[in-house]
């Protein structure tokens, strides 16, 4: 099969569509030495769909996270879109959305989507980096690829650099560990820095609002990405709801999947910043019930601090 054909077949349901060959792939990871499972199928189809840009601001008794985890969880609309394209199809399939072992990024720099930017996302011209990525592996021979033209980069630009709040960003490259996105999503105890750093429920926008890229870019275009109304997660919800509760009003929500405590545990740091002792009690409530040792280690540092604000 032409890698033509077979991405017209998704064009339908993506905004970018490129098809490769799954061997140039592995062989592209292993320069780059990079440990990932061997490919399931030797075609290799790599997806891109665009999603809105849209800021909110934390208040007194609800607070936001990341904007890309607004309207559906975006793992449900592509794994379902890719469904939809190969259910009519006579050949076998695998499909990955963002939460699996290969490098979705590496697969768009290869089929053409976008650039590898300084702040390590794929930037699309049209889209900017505002596109969420998908892969799905097709049990058909290739007789050609298709492969998108990408005649641009960052060049000499470095404002994400200098905006990152972490510092975890370089011409050099990127250290994760310091990133917010990667540390607020990690079940461990947060340090003084990271505690002071944090400014999202979830997640860490910073180093694309600022990119010049993505000036004017992120409309919204696809339906499943409107607004559902829980963009805004309600502090008593946190705190007050158990897991089976929480995760039937917001478990459709992209945020939602690392788990309540995860985000329990980030909104204690946003109520520091806000000095709002209002949730004291519940919080001293969720340190003598909760099982996780990482959570009560840093809820008891912010509760002290919490403290001293009940009388101001």
């Given at each position: 099969?032409?890698?033509?054909?077979?991405?017209?077949?998704f064009?339908?349901?993506?905004?970018?569509?490129?098809?490769?060959?799954?061997?140039?792939?592995?062989?592209?990871?292993?320069?780059?030495?990079?440990?990932?499972?061997?490919?399931?199928?030797?075609?290799?189809?790599?997806?891109?769909?665009?999603?809105?840009?849209?800021?909110?601001?934390?208040?007194?008794?609800?607070?936001?996270?990341?904007?890309?985890?607004?309207?559906n969880?975006?793992?449900?609309?592509?794994?379902?879109?890719?469904?939809?394209?190969?259910?009519?199809l006579?050949?076998?399939?695998?499909?990955?959305?963002d939460?699996?072992?290969?490098?979705?990024?590496?697969?768009?720099?290869?089929?053409?989507?976008?650039?590898?930017?300084?702040?390590?996302?794929?930037?699309?011209?049209?889209?900017?980096?505002?596109?969420?990525?998908?892969?799905?592996?097709v049990?058909?021979?290739?007789?050609?690829?298709?492969?998108?033209?990408?005649?641009?980069?960052?060049?000499?630009?470095?404002?994400?650099?200098?905006?990152?709040?972490?510092?975890?960003?370089?011409?050099?490259?990127?250290?994760?560990?310091?990133?917010i996105?990667?540390?607020?999503?990690?079940?461990?105890?947060?340090?003084?820095?990271?505690?002071?750093?944090?400014?999202?429920?979830?997640?860490?926008?910073?180093?694309?609002v600022?990119?010049?890229?993505?000036?004017?870019?992120?409309?919204?275009?696809h339906?499943?990405?409107?607004?559902?109304?829980?963009?805004?997660?309600?502090?008593?919800?946190?705190?007050?709801?158990?897991?089976?509760?929480?995760?039937?009003?917001?478990?459709?929500?992209?945020?939602?999947?690392?788990?309540?405590?995860?985000?329990?545990?980030?909104?204690?740091?946003?109520?520091?910043?806000?000095?709002?002792?209002?949730?004291?009690?519940?919080?001293?409530q969720?340190?003598?019930?909760?099982?996780?040792?990482?959570?009560?280690?840093?809820?008891?540092?912010?509760?002290?601090?919490?403290?001293?604000?009940?009388?101001?």
């Open positions: 099969m032409k890698g033509q054909t077979l991405a017209e077949l064009e339908r349901s993506f905004d970018l569509v490129g098809v490769i060959r799954a061997d140039r792939y592995m062989s592209e990871a292993a320069k780059s030495q990079k440990a990932i499972p061997n490919p399931p199928y030797p075609a290799m189809v790599v997806l891109g769909l665009a999603y809105p840009k849209r800021e909110l601001n934390h208040s007194k008794t609800h607070l936001v996270p990341s904007f890309y985890t607004f309207g969880d975006y793992h449900l609309i592509l794994h379902n879109r890719i469904d939809n394209v190969m259910k009519d006579p050949y076998a399939y695998w499909a990955g959305v939460n699996h072992q290969h490098d979705e990024r590496l697969a768009a720099r290869l089929a053409g989507l976008g650039f590898f930017g300084k702040n390590q996302l794929i930037i699309n011209e049209i889209y900017g980096s505002y596109i969420f990525l998908a892969i799905a592996f049990d058909v021979s290739l007789e050609s690829e298709h492969i998108l033209g990408v005649n641009d980069g960052c060049g000499g630009c470095s404002v994400c650099i200098k905006a990152c709040p972490a510092n975890a960003l370089s011409e050099q490259g990127y250290e994760q560990e310091r990133c996105s990667h540390f607020n999503q990690s079940k461990q105890p947060l340090t003084d820095r990271e505690i002071r750093l944090n400014h999202s429920l979830f997640g860490c926008d910073v180093c694309q600022v990119c010049p890229k993505n000036k004017e870019k992120g409309k919204l275009t339906p499943e990405f409107k607004s559902s109304g829980k963009e805004k997660v309600a502090v008593d919800d946190l705190f007050k709801l158990s897991n089976s509760a929480f995760n039937d009003k917001y478990g459709d929500m992209a945020y939602a999947w690392r788990g309540k405590t995860i985000l329990m545990r980030n909104a204690l740091t946003l109520l520091l910043k806000q000095k709002n002792p209002q949730y004291n009690d519940l919080i001293e969720s340190i003598k019930t909760h099982q996780a040792s990482w959570y009560v280690k840093t809820a008891k540092k912010i509760l002290r601090k919490l403290r001293t604000y009940e009388k101001l």
